[in-house]
């Protein structure tokens, strides 16, 4: 269940319709990006990736755009279901030096999907 | 079949004791993670181990110990439990990242939810 207190970004949407999750990212050196799904009780899992050379890459109902000269990331679903609720995360590595393994993760937003 | 697994799922124990939670990946990874993940869900990296060597140590207290005894596992210890310890700990593993490779993604366990009382 939820913590008593959780201040998370909230996005409701209706099932059927498209949603859009925002991300800002503060590392202009990051060159890979990652969205992830977590669901209530369990783990992050990974939904999309994009590489800086690149400004959109799509999956399966799944669109992630990059903006670099802003350093935002979006997301997007296409006909949202109600499987889709759960908390978005989106993560950012520079790929360099000792760091090259290490990933931020953004703060998560939440998607309620109402059937 | 489990990619990433950790035991215990929940762990519920008393101040100033001391604890482990185990984790162990079937992926053949060569990195594997310790995140800390707080009441506001936010995702923040503890420690990070190549090939069983300490890659990341991210200004966690000393009483937090990983012990890597082969690459497939990635254990914590946790000295003198604090009330702020209580969170949800995950272990992650990745492979190392490669340039333009598609594995670069990491892959978590289930978590295990520590409080401390």
């Known amino acids: 269940g939820e913590s008593v207190g959780l201040h998370l970004p909230t996005l409701s949407v209706q099932e059927g319709d498209n949603s859009i999750i925002n991300c800002a990212y503060s590392n202009s050196a990051s060159d890979y990006f990652i969205w992830y799904k977590q669901e209530s009780g369990k783990g992050p899992q990974f939904i999309i990736d994009i590489r800086s050379n690149m400004d959109k890459r799509q999956g399966q109902r799944v669109t992630v755009l990059l903006n670099k000269t802003v350093k935002h990331l979006s997301l997007q679903i296409a006909a949202t279901q109600p499987g889709d609720s759960a908390v978005y995360f989106c993560?950012?590595?520079?790929?360099?030096?000792?760091?090259?393994?290490?990933?931020?993760f953004g703060s998560g937003t939440k998607l309620n999907v109402k059937p | 079949d489990t990619a990433v697994s950790q035991t215990p799922k929940y762990l519920v124990t008393q101040m100033g004791n001391d604890k482990s939670i185990k984790c162990e990946q079937n992926l053949g990874h060569d990195t594997m993670y310790w995140y800390k993940q707080d009441s506001k869900k936010f995702l923040k990296i503890m420690f990070s181990?190549?090939?069983?060597?300490?890659?990341i140590n991210e200004t966690v207290p000393n009483r937090f110990s990983p012990k890597s005894p082969d690459k497939a596992h990635l254990n914590l210890h946790i000295n003198s439990l604090e009330l702020g310890d209580s969170a949800v700990y995950f272990c992650?593993?990745?492979?190392?990242?490669?340039?333009?490779?598609?594995?670069?993604?990491?892959?978590f366990g289930p978590g295990t939810r520590l409080t401390v009382l």
């Open positions: 993560a950012e590595n520079n790929g360099s030096g000792y760091n090259f393994n290490k990933f931020y």
């Open positions: 181990y190549n090939n069983k060597e300490l890659i």
């Open positions: 992650a593993s990745s492979q190392d990242r490669l340039a333009g490779g598609p594995e670069d993604t990491q892959y």
